[in-house]
């Protein structure tokens, strides 16, 4: 094979269709009928004489999209023509006792026909239409019935109208009035609820008249009504309504709401439309095409004032808003101040709603638009989807992200430590990253990726928790296919531009196992990995750069056979398998150019030995003990292995590490002497050399078995020994079992220690034990000690507690040497009171003598309003934060995002 560059192509096809240009939608002009001007003119109402008359209600019409152009002529209705109305449905009238005595009811039969009923002490009617689409109930102290051509249909139980207006029924209602309407839609019914102290409400046209009153609107994906209070509140028909001198809201308190809208005018109206997104665009299903329906409720005001506990903040001269969906496509939004972005503003929108699509299933489109003062103006793009399968019943196929940000740039980055700002980072800068994974059939499986970085501190910078903790930003192909014990593996990858970052390039690699087979009556169990391979490894091009005396730019052929084969024998409890291994692999280029072929192999021998004994009489009220088991695996694994060709003459090609960890590790072992003073320091720089801190000594030592270069000379023992207390608690009849204290330890010995350990027989001394007090009370500890000069050692210990109430504590102490680290930790996170909840985090070094990290939070839920107060501090990077939001409840209870600024909250999308 040669060592020239595999021509590898990988291909991005990028569409964004932006659909812009689009007016706002109008309301259609209200119609006239000339000499019209009174609506209830020659209309002869049996409440003349009985009551005033009802205010004059304009005839108006809920907001409509422009209509196609109307035909040419006069399309007017003749002059003194009535225009058409909505035929009343016949409807079934009844009526019972409010407050459990029946109510007095006197009836009188007026001249022109119609009954009146005069009903005092509490009366419940129930008006509901024959299709059951509609049902209204009203409750009061008094009311007066008026009906129409009742005839003799009227008994003590209620009656049937025909429909038509012929036997229509009016009411006025006096005392605690309570009228509950349910209109059914496409998906779950609306209630609307009005509370008034006087209501007139005419049943065949659905017209009603209050004073001093408040409409609820329960909504089903709402969690808190909207709330609407008038001095005069005026039902047009079944879907609209008219409020005058309104205050609006949706609080859990509505008699005093933190959070309101005051109006000189509201309106609401109901009804069942296509769909429409704030440009007035139709929505279509991506899908079929076809328009979405839905049960819209329109609020509109006009002249309204924002209040802010009682405090007036804004002004709209006009606001109108779907109380379904009252934010729109607003998905979230974010601000904070600190050190390293300035002043930062942040909003993420939903695309689909933008544009007016129904998105397919799974499927979400995020926009994301901010602005950081001593940064710049930045935007990006956030596209999840998932591959559904045949039956909904079952898991999705497959699923991937598509992420795409920019930033115009006038800063400098802040990183922490000594690395300056160089490099001076470039004016534009940005990411992309695409990932995607899929079960093609049902044993293949693809998994891939490509990631772009405009530079290299760009994700440390702007997304820290998924530089941090999240995979590499690589560039990938792979397909596998699994078949009981055997299977196979594709990979192609390609470094893209990041020359920062060493990585290997696989063009391609293809790899095939086979897990225990066993053979010869059982006897024998056989494992097998082959693998062929061409890879181009490529260190760092820029500071800092690769230190490994083995990652050095090579291309080369990788060909590779590990087989293990062992004989499992059961001598009692005891189970002891010896084993054989052997490795052939074949370079065509090593780290001189030349072709070698590596011969691994040796043998060793598993055990393990279980013990178990039950302690009944142990029972203990203080330590929640209602007996003890104590379970015990003693294990061992011992392991010779001779290598012809030493790891320092091949190419570094399995990474041990991730690109965040080498990173990191390739920019402070070159300071180390200067940070940790004496001889731990130098042995710090060194490591990079043969050394105890090598990063591939380590592995070898550690017996690590799929990184293919890392492989030499070593012998060793492997001890540990693994152990729970397992105990009873819970309700009696109701116990589980539990893991009341584990204790685990282990050690590693080396009997040529000069050779494979730095001249000591003993290393790796691990514990790690876990002390559960109580279900919701733990105290951890563990520890990792090199015994000898120079060597590492780790210990930390801590205590947790946490509550149902989301009360959280933790302490914590961590001791880490040669750095001389000995940091204390503390965290806790309190619920003062239903409304009150406090966190704050401490970290302090008193090793390095530094704060390395402090928060204070505190939040206060009200009905309507979440305030949180807060400060943070990284010693790092000498950052200071400051965090103030005021954010409404409604906006959590539409499932929007509010993010906190306490650190990076680009990161945290």
């Not at 045949?390 to 930033?407: A, H, K, M, N, W």
């Not at 299977?487 to 990041?498: E, P």
């Not at 694994?637 to 399995?654: A, E, K, W």
Request: include cysteine; charged fraction near 20%.
């Amino acid at each position: 094979m040669g060592s020239g560059r595999v021509p590898t192509c990988v291909g991005l096809v990028a569409l964004l269709a932006m659909l812009c240009g689009a007016s706002w939608a109008a309301a259609q002009p209200v119609r006239r009928v000339a000499e019209l001007a009174d609506p209830w003119a020659g209309l002869s109402l049996p409440t003349e004489g009985e009551m005033p008359p009802p205010a004059l209600v304009p005839p108006r019409t809920a907001y409509q999209p422009p209509s196609p152009r109307e035909p040419a002529g006069n399309s007017a209705p003749p002059l003194g023509l009535a225009p058409p109305t909505a035929t009343p449905k016949a409807r079934i009238i009844t009526y019972g006792p409010r407050y459990g005595p029946p109510p007095d009811v006197e009836g009188t039969d007026l001249p022109d026909g119609t009954k009146r009923l005069l009903i005092t002490g509490g009366v419940v009617f129930n008006i509901a239409s024959l299709d059951g689409s509609e049902r209204t109930e009203f409750a009061t102290d008094h009311a007066v019935v008026w009906i129409r051509n009742a005839g003799d249909q009227v008994d003590i139980n209620g009656l049937i109208t025909e429909g038509g207006g012929k036997n229509a029924v009016e009411v006025y209602m006096a005392g605690n009035v309570i009228i509950r309407t349910t209109q059914a839609g496409k998906g779950q019914p609306i209630t609307q609820t009005l509370r008034a102290q006087e209501v007139y409400y005419d049943t065949a046209s659905n017209k009603a008249v209050a004073l001093q009153a408040a409409l609820e609107l329960a909504i089903p994906q709402v969690p808190d009504a909207l709330h609407i209070t008038g001095q005069e509140v005026r039902r047009l028909d079944l879907e609209n309504w008219e409020i005058l001198q309104g205050s609006a809201n949706a609080s859990k308190l509505p008699s005093d709401p933190g959070l309101r809208l005051d109006a000189q005018r509201f309106t609401l109206s109901q009804r069942s439309v296509v769909r429409r997104n704030i440009f007035g665009i139709p929505f279509r299903d991506v899908r079929t095409g076809q328009p979405v329906e839905y049960l819209e409720q329109i609020v509109t005001g006009e002249n309204v004032v924002t209040r802010l506990a009682n405090i007036p903040i804004f002004y709209w001269p006009k606001v109108r808003l779907d109380a379904t969906d009252p934010l729109g496509p607003l998905e979230g939004f974010n601000f904070g101040v600190n050190r390293q972005f300035g002043t930062q503003f942040g909003t993420t929108w939903d695309i689909y709603e933008l544009l007016a699509l129904r998105p397919p299933p799974s499927h979400k489109w995020r926009l994301n638009l901010d602005y950081l003062t001593k940064r710049g103006p930045a935007a990006g793009t956030d596209y999840l989807y998932r591959v559904p399968s045949e039956s909904p019943d079952e898991p999705p196929l497959g699923q991937g992200l598509i992420r795409l940000y920019g930033i115009v740039d006038d800063g400098f980055d802040l990183l922490g430590g000594p690395r300056g700002i160089d490099p001076l980072p470039p004016n534009t800068r940005g990411r992309a990253l695409w990932r995607h994974q899929q079960e093609i059939l049902d044993s293949l499986y693809f998994q891939g990726q490509l990631g772009l970085l405009s530079d290299k501190n760009f994700l440390e910078q702007f997304y820290k928790n998924e530089f941090d903790l999240g995979p590499n930003q690589e560039t990938f192909a792979y397909l596998a296919w699994q078949r009981r014990t055997y299977g196979a593996t594709l990979l192609t990858q390609q470094r893209v531009g990041q020359a920062w970052q060493p990585q290997t390039n696989w063009l391609p690699r293809i790899d095939g196992h086979l897990i225990g087979q066993t053979f010869l009556d059982d006897w024998f169990v056989y494992s097998a990995r082959a693998h062929a391979a061409y890879a181009q490894l490529r260190p760092a091009e820029y500071n800092p750069y690769s230190l490994l005396p083995t990652d050095q730019r090579t291309d080369t052929g990788r060909f590779g056979l590990w087989q293990e084969l062992s004989l499992p024998l059961p001598v009692g409890p005891l189970k002891f398998t010896p084993y054989g291994i052997l490795d052939l692999t074949e370079y065509t280029h090593d780290l001189n150019g030349n072709e070698i072929g590596r011969i691994a192999g040796g043998g060793g021998a598993r055990a393990s030995l279980p013990f178990s004994r039950l302690y009944r009489e142990v029972n203990s009220e203080l330590l929640n003990l209602r007996g003890l088991y104590h379970k015990a695996i003693l294990g061992a694994n011992y392991r010779y292995i001779q290598s012809n060709v030493p790891y320092t003459q091949l190419p570094y090609l399995d990474r041990l590490t991730n690109d965040a960890i080498d990173q990191s590790w390739r920019y402070i072992t070159p300071l180390q002497s200067t940070l940790v003073p004496g001889p731990d320091g130098l042995a710090l720089q060194n490591a990079a050399g043969v050394s105890v801190f090598n990063p591939q000594q380590y592995a070898i030592r550690r017996l690590v078995e799929n990184r293919i270069d890392t492989v030499d000379d070593i012998h060793v023992l492997q001890l540990d020994l693994r152990q729970r207390f397992q105990t009873k608690r819970g309700y009696p009849g109701m116990e589980h079992t539990v893991d009341f204290l584990t204790v685990d330890v282990s050690a590693s010995y080396f009997p040529e220690a000069n050779r494979d350990n730095f001249g000591n027989p003993f290393a790796f001394l691990e514990y790690a034990t876990l002390w559960n007090i109580g279900d919701r009370t733990a105290i951890v500890a563990n520890g990792w000690f090199e015994p000898y000069e120079n060597g590492s050692r780790y210990w930390n210990a801590g205590i947790y507690l946490n509550r149902t109430d989301r009360t959280n504590f933790f302490v914590g102490y961590r001791q880490t040497d040669p750095l001389n680290s000995k940091a204390v930790t503390a965290n806790v996170a309190y619920q003062l009171s239903s409304r009150y909840f406090v966190s704050l985090g401490a970290s302090y070094d008193f090793g390095i003598q530094a704060a390395l990290s402090n928060s204070f939070a505190l939040t206060r839920t009200g009905t309507d309003l979440t305030v949180t107060l807060g400060f943070t501090y990284t010693a790092f990077v000498n950052n200071f934060g400051f965090q103030f939001l005021i954010v409404p409840n409604l906006a959590a209870n539409y499932g929007r995002s509010v993010a906190p600024l306490t650190g990076q909250a680009l990161g945290r999308r």
